[in-house]
T-cell receptor
């Protein structure tokens, strides 16, 4: 699993509540990513980080924020969860630009 | 902007049949190309990758892919599939320079019938 751990693995939350997903890596990867996976859409990039405190938006960033205060942790926050954010979320990391990405096991989030 | 197209959404094959999954990308510059596999209930794992050199690349489990620059394609092949190849396959692309976004296709679900 290349040392990438996501928590929680499953979560059910109510509409309107904030939710934070955590990605923790042990391999000192510089670049980290959050994707969501939905049927018919594949994986879509939400946000990514290219270093501590350096983040940028992906293609589906509305309603999400991220933080990276340490190399090993990349947090994804849903500020006010909506049903459209029900999805499987994957964290990924790479050691250098344009190299193989290693993925976490995924977090299944259900917003009711 | 980059994009990746996988035209086969669901492929059903019998064991020992040959496999070819299509992947086309749009980007004007030099790219890195990847195929990832996701077995049921698991995370994505790298099957193979192309950065430069020989356009025919071999990956794990007998898979290979050919980069055809003129066609913007990176099709995945396997001469003889097994039931254990049942999974979802994703093609991915990123640029060799500039932003490090990794773009994925929508995936192709492969079902292999014993």
């Amino acid at each position: 699993d290349a040392g990438i751990t996501q928590s929680p693995r499953h979560k059910v939350t109510e509409t309107g509540t904030p939710v934070t997903l955590r990605c923790h890596q042990t391999e000192n990867h510089r670049y980290m990513y959050w994707y969501r996976q939905d049927p018919g859409h594949g994986l879509r990039l939400i946000h990514y980080s290219y270093g501590v405190k350096d983040t940028d938006k992906g293609e589906v960033s509305d309603g999400y924020s991220v933080s990276r205060s340490k190399t090993e942790d990349f947090l994804l926050t849903l500020e006010s969860a909506t049903s459209s954010q029900t999805s499987v979320y994957f964290c990924a990391a790479t050691t250098a630009p344009n190299t193989e990405a290693f993925f976490g096991q995924g977090t299944r989030l259900t917003v009711v | 902007a980059q994009s990746v197209s996988q035209h086969n959404h669901h492929v059903i094959l019998s064991e020992a049949a040959s496999l070819e999954l299509g992947c086309n990308y749009s980007y004007g510059g030099t790219v890195n190309l990847f195929w990832y596999v996701q077995y049921p209930g698991q995370h994505l794992q790298l099957l193979l990758k192309y950065f430069s050199g020989d356009p025919l690349v071999k990956g794990i489990k007998g898979f290979e892919a050919e980069f055809i620059k003129s066609k913007f394609s990176f099709n995945l092949r396997k001469p003889s599939v097994q039931w254990s190849d049942t999974a979802e396959y994703f093609c991915a692309v990123n640029a060799q320079t500039g932003a490090n976004n990794l773009f994925f296709g929508t995936g192709t679900r492969l079902t292999v019938i014993p």
